[in-house]
């Protein structure tokens, strides 16, 4: 097959800074003009209007009982909300720091030392722990248990034993009124 | 360049007419003027939000609006909490609870509008047994394939409840034999001939309405004269009103036109620098070829 | 064609897998015939249409639900709340009709410059089989937002199977998965439009292969005999696509962005309703051709045949043409009756349009029957009569400097 000619591959002097200089611009319009098109399609994938819509939520508390523990759902995630009784509550605080392996103290993990909110999502590998219903297995520390790979959280929602890395994870939540969270 | 992407807007747009010319139909819908239209066009906020009120001051009691939630109406102009305050008007029902029950709540900014009948069946029980359209879309659906086609048919509609006349033209008209028929007819058919064949007008419980087709509608006129009052202080006529209400009905059909357009304007511009740089390294590579 | 770097690693891949070289040959130095006008830009133009079907339509698909319940919504989901979610799919409406309007100018050339003929016969009859996948993945991606004209389309044209003798009932019970046209069968186009555009691609490769095989054709309609006539690929034709392909572009924004739904149907908008019909139904403009040969014919059986028989036709007008002379240019009869065969497409394509009724009958029977007549009558038997083509010059390079 006979290959084409190219009688540019004479051509020398001015006219050939001209053209490498449109060789460029061309190019770069390409690239530009396809990365133009390409971003809207990739941004597509990022959540869209009605899910950002929902990215928070509102919970009315009044009638969790002391004791009891309810879970909602939030961004597509349990989220517990337990009332504790006082002595859950006094257990948390006073376990040392030294005993934890992400040491964090109870008062940080909540807004009113009553009500404990928290992804009940097990930061090893993404179960959702026990402990929710009455019937429930607890775990050695009272709190929550997770069944695929035997973490124990305390009544703190901290790690305690097992392979999760880090204590259970407090949403972004802020008190509206007494009795009621907005989450998210 | 410049004189091609004018020819080709040119073709477009007598393409247009002629389209809509030849959809068949005897009943010709006139053009209103609108600022969506056009190259940059926008939405009119102002008109926006009057058209809003006169829909869910009169339209809403029949039509749903399925598709636009109340989050949505930050396009009108409203802010966070003046949403909210609109959401909390409406109850939607929610649930199951955990006793496994419905329940009614005030709506929320993510909910959509509620409709007025619970499903079409109930609609179309207590609407003379034909359902009213959902509205969300009707602005894209019934007319013309252009922005403002759709809303020039709302608005000649809710204008075109005028005075019923004794006979208006049939539905079918004259039918032809053949294609000798067809000529003879274009050619040697007198001005009488060429007429339309009109029938008779009963309209029983419909309105007659100019620009509906087959000129009987279940609807009875939805709007009179300060049929809403506007908040806004605007005189509440039947052309005001329907103006906006068409003019919000575009908006839910198609709310990302503004958008579209921006982003239209910007393309352009680039495509007509990326084609004027390719042109001019065309000419440069092909210089010397002969 | 051996491709030499010194890059190490370059050149122990190239060893075993010769993308390089491969890749370097068809863009590169493959050599084109020097005297190639705009029509030769409509073939990369419709590559460039399919790849954007492909990437827009598989973001479309992360989104769609192809369920007789959610498809309008979920549809409508895409042009309100997905980020850009308008944009994509009005470009996928709009390059759809675009992509058609570069593939039948694509075919208009190979009819006028005889690009049909050996030895492109096979290169011919690959395109005329791009053209049927086309037709039938761009029926099926218009059932899937489920509006009216999706559901009453889907009901025609799947009853068109229902002329087949015999069997045909059996046929169409079998395509719908029911008895009528209901979620089986939007789930079934919903699978075969996602797979088809990919089968398309394993075509265009052999189309394109088969191209490099035979070359080119151009306006002259005669071989290039050394280097003098060609030119390479890079950069000539690779700056005159890309030029191409900003003014093929500018056009598509005009409508992209300005008139998105003037090549749809407006009762595609209103949620298909089993239970009533639409009062015109029409399909997607670039099927109203077809359409108006199918409606020509009184019989059923008769008119499906007829329509399938004008696309099936193209594959053998290699051999119903039996002029040795390619180019029209050269052939002052038949370059005639080629802008007669077009006119009387475009005639097709309006009486499609029109609703079922007189005169416009009668001229769709007319016209379909111009339509047979060039490829069976026309071309086979006429012109070999009446037809004295000029001199072909002796070489493109000489053709080209006489100019």
Redesign the interface.
């Known amino acids: 097959m006979a290959d084409g000619a190219n009688p540019e591959n004479s051509a020398q002097g001015s006219g050939e800074t001209r053209r490498e200089f449109l060789y460029l611009t061309a190019g770069a319009m390409t690239v530009v003009g396809a990365a133009g098109a390409i971003w809207p399609m990739i941004d597509s994938m990022n959540p869209s209007a009605d899910v950002l819509a929902l990215s928070s939520i509102e919970v009315d508390l009044s009638p969790i009982e002391i004791g009891q523990s309810v879970t909602v759902t939030w961004r597509g995630k349990p989220v517990f909300i337990r009332r504790r009784v006082a002595e859950e509550i006094a257990i948390a605080e006073e376990t040392p720091l030294a005993d934890l392996p992400d040491p964090q103290t109870d008062e940080d993990r909540v807004e009113k030392p009553e009500w404990l909110v928290l992804v009940g999502v097990c930061t090893h590998l993404g179960c959702v722990p026990l402990g929710q219903k009455t019937g429930d297995k607890k775990g050695d520390y009272g709190g929550w248990f997770c069944p695929c790979h035997g973490s124990h959280y305390d009544t703190s929602g901290r790690i305690r034993k097992g392979p999760a890395p880090t204590n259970l994870e407090v949403p972004p939540y802020a008190f509206l009124t007494d009795n009621s969270i907005k989450i998210g | 360049m410049k004189k ?2 004018i020819g ?2 040119a073709a ?1 747009l007598s393409l ?1 007419s002629s389209v809509a010319l ?3 139909s005897l009943i010709e819908i006139p053009k209103q003027e609108w600022s969506f239209q056009g ?1 940059f066009g926008s939405y009119d906020k102002a008109s926006l939000q009057r058209g809003f009120q006169v829909y869910k001051d009169v339209c809403s009691g029949c039509h749903s609006l ?2 636009v ?1 109340f ?2 109406l930050a396009d009108l102009g409203y802010n966070e909490d003046e949403i909210k305050a609109i959401a909390a008007e409406y109850t939607v029902e929610d649930g199951p609870n955990d006793e496994g029950e419905m329940f009614e709540r005030n709506a929320i ?2 909910d959509r509008f509620p409709a007025p009948f619970p499903n079409e069946k109930a609609a179309a029980a207590s609407n003379g047994g034909k359902a009213p ?1 959902d509205l ?2 009707m602005a ?8 403002g086609d ?1 809303a020039d048919y709302i608005y000649a509609l809710l204008t075109g409840y005028t005075d019923a006349p004794e006979e208006v033209p049939a539905s079918t008209q004259r ?5 000798f ?3 003879s007819y274009k050619l040697f058919a007198t001005e009488e001939e060429k007429k339309p064949i009109m029938e008779p007008l009963e309209l029983g419980d419909l309105s007659y309405n100019e620009y509906f ?1 087959g000129y009987k509608i279940a609807m009875a006129p939805p709007l009179s004269e300060d049929a809403v009052e506007y908040s806004d202080g605007t005189p509440a006529t039947v052309e005001q009103m329907s103006a906006d209400v068409s003019h919000f009905l575009m908006w839910a ?1 198609e ?2 036109l503004e ?3 921006n ?3 910007k ?2 511009i ?6 004027l ?6 000419r ?3 210089a ?3 | 064609m051996s491709f030499k770097t010194n890059n190490k690693v370059v050149q122990w891949v190239e060893d075993r897998l010769p993308l390089i070289s491969m890749g370097h040959h068809t863009l590169y130095e493959y050599p084109m015939p020097k005297n190639l006008n705009y029509l030769w830009n409509f073939g990369s133009l419709a590559g460039f249409a399919l790849v954007t079907m492909i990437v827009t339509g598989i973001i479309l698909a992360m989104q769609y639900t192809a369920h007789v319940d959610m498809a309008f919504n979920s549809v409508e989901r895409i042009m309100r709340d997905v980020n850009n979610g308008w944009l994509i799919r009005y470009i996928h409406m709009n390059m759809a009709s675009f992509f058609f309007i570069a593939v039948y100018i694509h075919m208009m050339r190979g009819l006028y410059y005889g690009s049909y003929k050996a030895p492109r016969e096979l290169l011919w009859q690959l395109g005329v089989v791009i053209f049927l996948l086309m037709m039938a993945t761009a029926f099926m991606g218009y059932v899937l937002p489920w509006g009216q004209m999706s559901f009453w389309g889907a009901t025609v044209i799947t009853n068109l199977f229902s002329a087949i003798p015999v069997v045909g009932e059996s046929i169409v019970t079998w395509l719908w998965g029911g008895f009528s046209v209901d979620n089986p069968t939007l789930n079934r186009f919903f699978a075969l439009h996602y797979l088809l555009p990919f089968i398309i691609v394993a075509v265009v490769v052999l189309h394109i292969v088969a191209l490099h095989t035979v070359t080119s054709n151009n306006p002259l309609g005669i071989d290039m005999k050394g280097p003098q006539d060609s030119l390479t690929f890079q950069p000539y034709y690779t700056i005159k696509d890309l030029f191409g392909l900003g003014v093929f572009l500018m056009l598509f924004a005009f409508f992209l962005f300005w008139a998105p739904n003037f090549m749809g149907h407006p009762d595609n908008y209103i949620p298909a309703n089993p239970l009533s019909t639409p009062a015109h139904i029409v399909p997607e403009w670039y099927f109203l051709p077809f359409y108006a040969i199918l409606r020509a014919v009184p019989d059923k059986l008769g008119g499906v045949i007829a329509m399938f028989g004008a696309i099936a036709i193209l594959f053998v007008l290699p051999w119903l043409d039996r002029s040795k002379i390619r180019s029209c240019k050269f052939r002052p009869v038949a370059r005639i009756f080629f802008w007669i065969f077009l006119a009387n497409g475009l005639l097709l394509g309006w009486l499609g349009g029109q609703p079922a009724e007189e005169p416009y009958v009668a001229l769709s029977r007319i016209a379909t029957a111009y339509y047979f007549f060039h490829f069976l009558i026309l071309l086979p038997i006429i012109l070999p009569m009446i037809e004295r083509p000029r001199e072909l010059p002796s070489s493109i390079h000489e053709a080209v400097l006489k100019s």
């Not at chain 2, 894209?140 to 922005?147: F, I, L, N, Q, V």
């Not at chain 2, 680039?270 to 084609?275: P, S």
């Not at chain 2, 740089?277 to 065309?282: F, I, L, N, Q, R």
């Open positions: 091609i992407l080709f807007y477009a247009t030849a959809s068949g190259t399925d598709l939630a989050r949505n900014p993510a359209p969300s879309l894209k659906a019934r007319h013309g394939g252009s922005d759709g039918q032809f034999t053949g294609l028929d067809f000529l087709s059909a709310p990302k958008a579209r357009k982003t239209g304007v393309v352009m680039f495509l007509i620098i990326f084609t740089v390719m042109y001019a390294a065309k440069k590579v092909f010397k070829v002969h």
